[in-house]
T-cell receptor, first 113, second 114 residues
Framework: DAGVTQSPTHLIKTRGQHVTLRCSPI?????VSWYQQVLGQGPQFIFQ???????GRGNFPDRFSARQFPNYSSELNVNALLLGDSALYLC????????????FGEGSRLTVL | EDKVVQSPLSLVVHEGDTVTLNCSYE??????LLWYKQEKKAPTFLFML????IEKKSGRLSSILDKKELFSILNITATQTGDSAIYLC??????????????FGQGTRLTINP
């Protein structure tokens, strides 16, 4: 079975631009969470979506938004990019709203110049 | 504010040594503590410890949880070069809506030299 897949794997943007990151969860998983990992730090929670509804939000500005589609895949959108948004964006899936272990994808490495 | 602190931040040992990684936490409503291994990008799950399961073991890796003192340790015996990675500790606080939000520490970068 395929694991959590994310795209793109790497991308470079300039300040002020917009970015969309995509995530496909493990087949059968209904929950998708997004985490931001800045170099040298642990991942930081951004959002959790379950059954297409936002169920949790971390301490991130409104420039960050996300949605989940009927097939449980998800998009993370970041507007008005800042240099500080440069990070590895990790998507994680789980079967339910809370099932303990999260399964992480390889991430999307975003560089903002 | 929920918080996780890992120590040491970096550790270099020789193959065959035993290492102990530390994780202390503050959380308003504890549900579980998880350990992940991150070699390149995707963190991979190692253990989950809860009130009903405070000690876990898998091969050369083991972990314990002390809910009274609010810490956990991850032990790796007979280390191998393949154990070189960043080890992440995370706590999972019980949220009102039942959602899952992991709070991670900075990680411990472990390097095993042959």
């Amino acid at each position: 079975d395929a694991g959590v897949t994310q795209s793109p794997t790497h991308l470079i943007k300039t300040r002020g631009q917009h970015v969309t990151l995509r995530c496909s969860p493990i087949s059968g998983h209904k929950s998708v969470s997004w985490y931001q990992q800045v170099l040298g730090q642990g991942p930081q929670f951004i959002f959790q979506y379950y059954e297409k509804e936002e169920r949790g939000r971390g301490n991130f500005p409104d420039r960050f938004s996300a949605r989940q589609f009927p097939n449980y895949s998800s998009e993370l959108n970041v507007n008005a990019l800042l240099l500080g948004d440069s990070a590895l964006y990790l998507c994680a899936s789980s079967f339910g709203l809370y099932t303990g272990e999260l399964f992480f994808g390889e991430g999307s490495r975003l560089t903002v110049l | 504010e929920d918080k996780v602190v890992q120590s040491p931040l970096s550790l270099v040992v020789h193959e065959g040594d035993t290492v102990t990684l530390n994780c202390s936490y503050e959380v308003t409503n504890f549900r579980s503590l998880l350990w992940y291994k991150q070699e390149k990008k995707a963190p991979t799950f190692l253990f989950m410890l809860t009130s009903s399961g405070i000690e876990k073991k898998s091969g050369r890796l083991s972990s314990i949880l002390d809910k009274k003192e609010l810490f956990s340790i991850l032990n790796i015996t007979a280390t191998q070069t393949g154990d070189s990675a960043i080890y992440l500790c995370a706590v999972d606080p019980q949220l009102n809506q039942g959602a899952q939000k992991l709070v991670f520490g900075q990680g411990t970068r472990l390097t095993i030299n042959p």
